[in-house]
């Protein structure tokens, strides 16, 4: 019986905090652009008052007044009455930011409660960890904005120019056009964006597996079968060919050269993980509870959509973009997002542009940097549609922009930058072409060179223009 007069006794608190919120930004719109950006849906245990708080800001986010009446409007005659309530019982917006925190507060506490709830059902220890990663997580997270003074950004600005600080540590990805002219870090959003089977996921398994030789990486698979993505990762680990693991046509030289990367890939802090039908939140969760620096998820669109199933695609796509956008951020996460790009309407080849990823215009936005990979134009005979691909580097927020040819061996699931005379360094087919006596292929590097980021006559670059 306490307990319960407690929890109701709470619930009429939030909901109060809830009532004097909303009725502030009704009554001042002096305070809404901090109010909006502050106060967060969740916070709000009343479907009601989260309905007329979605409402208010997605009408200041969109440019327009927010008043008892333009809310009303969009609401329709049924919120007439509370909103008239709502101004009614505030007499000043001047409490805004204590009432804000109580609701913070209080959504908090519930979600603690929730999450407890679901610990207490589970059968072992192992299925307790996302529910308190989610735990930990919401008691991370301040209330307060982190902020910067002017001098404070002075002062730091100078200590971290001083030449006894150590240099920042920008991401690699073992593809020097790539590793050269970027300088992603921990905590940013990259996007390859590609149409269907031109090698994002190919791609994405070489970077993935570069980067496990300094970061726990976790790749998120809502498409490809966990047996398929070990085929391709040791085509590409061992150089050897994915169509002779398919048939099981492996020989001993083929052997030899897994063998010799045994130690390598014990080394490499990689973590495939089966995300068919996974939420955004989901996915976040398994990634803390395992504690990944760097996230890829193959691939974007597939991520189920938490909001509202009848809302439009975009908007699903949109909230599942900036949620990771914030767990980026949040967490210090680098999170590689693939993307499907949508087919040009029939008629003449083009290159795709970012304006291309499929059902989102959030998904360049959110992102710090944006790949796309695409096979060469049909026309133009004198490169193999199989055998080479062009690699743009459409977004780049610190670093230039432009595009390279590599080419791809799919059979070794393999990229490489073609060499200045427009010919790849090694061409895929000599290496189809090596004779099985050989033995093992030496080179580990498949796209590290070491080679300096440069205006060469087969990258062409674009002004950055942003
Ligand atoms: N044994 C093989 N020999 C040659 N090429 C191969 C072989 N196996 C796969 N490939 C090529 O590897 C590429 C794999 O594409 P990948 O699945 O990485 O593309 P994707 O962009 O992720 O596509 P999707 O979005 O449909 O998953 C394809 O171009 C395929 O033709």
């Known amino acids: 019986m306490g307990v319960n007069r407690d929890n109701a006794a709470r619930r009429e608190h939030a909901l109060d905090a809830e009532q004097a919120v909303l009725g502030s930004f009704l009554i001042d719109t002096g305070i809404q652009q901090q109010l909006f950006a502050r106060v967060r849906p969740e916070d709000f245990l009343s479907p009601a008052n989260r309905k007329i708080y979605t409402t208010a800001r997605a009408l200041f986010r969109a440019g327009e007044p ?30 805004w930011e204590v009432y804000a925190a109580k609701m913070r507060d209080q959504a908090d506490h519930q979600r603690l409660r929730d999450l407890a709830e679901h610990v207490l059902e589970q059968p072992n220890l192992e299925s307790c960890r996302p529910y308190v990663a989610d735990m930990s997580q919401v008691l991370s997270a301040g209330p307060e904005a982190d902020s910067w003074t002017m001098r404070q950004m002075a002062d730091d600005f100078f200590n971290s120019q001083d030449p006894n600080v150590p240099k920042p540590k920008y991401i ?5 056009v790539l590793d050269n002219g970027s300088y992603t870090e921990l905590g940013d959003v990259v996007i390859i964006g590609g149409y269907p089977s031109d090698g994002k996921t190919a791609l994405a398994l070489s970077l993935a597996y570069h980067m496990a030789a300094e970061y726990k990486v976790g790749f998120f698979s809502l498409e490809t079968d966990k047996r398929k993505i070990r085929d391709r990762l040791m085509a590409h680990i061992g150089q050897i060919s ?108 083009r290159p795709p542009t970012m304006q291309d990823l499929k059902e989102s215009g959030q998904l360049e936005q959110d992102a710090d940097m944006i790949v796309l990979l695409y096979r060469p134009d049909p026309e133009d005979k004198t490169l193999d549609q199989n055998e080479t691909r062009s690699l743009k580097i459409g977004k780049n927020k610190e670093g230039r922009r432009g595009t390279w040819l590599l080419a791809f061996d799919g059979d070794r699931q393999t990229f490489e930058l073609l060499g200045a005379d427009g010919k790849p360094r090694r061409r895929p087919s000599d290496r189809k072409r090596r004779k099985r006596d050989e033995g093992p292929v030496g080179q580990v590097d498949f796209w590290a060179d070491g080679g300096e980021f440069r205006d060469t006559p087969w990258g062409q670059e674009e002004a950055n223009a942003k």
């Open 66 to 95: 927010v008043d008892g009446v333009t809310v009303r409007d969009k609401l329709g005659q049924d919120y007439t009455r509370p909103l008239m309530e709502l101004m009614e019982i505030t007499p000043t917006s001047a409490n």
């Open 172 to 176: 690699t990805y073992g593809l020097d």
């Open 242 to 349: 994915l169509g002779d693991i398919k048939r099981r046509r492996l020989t001993d030289p083929d052997w030899v050269a897994l063998a010799a990367k045994g130690t390598e890939m014990a080394k490499r802090d990689l973590i495939v993980v089966q995300a068919a039908g996974m939420t955004a939140p989901e996915i976040q969760s398994v990634a803390q509870a395992y504690g990944f620096q760097v996230i890829l998820i193959d691939y974007i669109q597939l991520v189920t959509p938490e909001t509202d199933r009848r809302a439009p695609r975009s908007e699903q796509v949109a909230e599942v973009s900036r949620s990771f956008h914030t767990f980026a951020q949040r967490t210090g996460t680098l999170v590689v997002e693939l993307a499907q790009l949508t087919r040009p309407e029939k008629g003449a080849w």
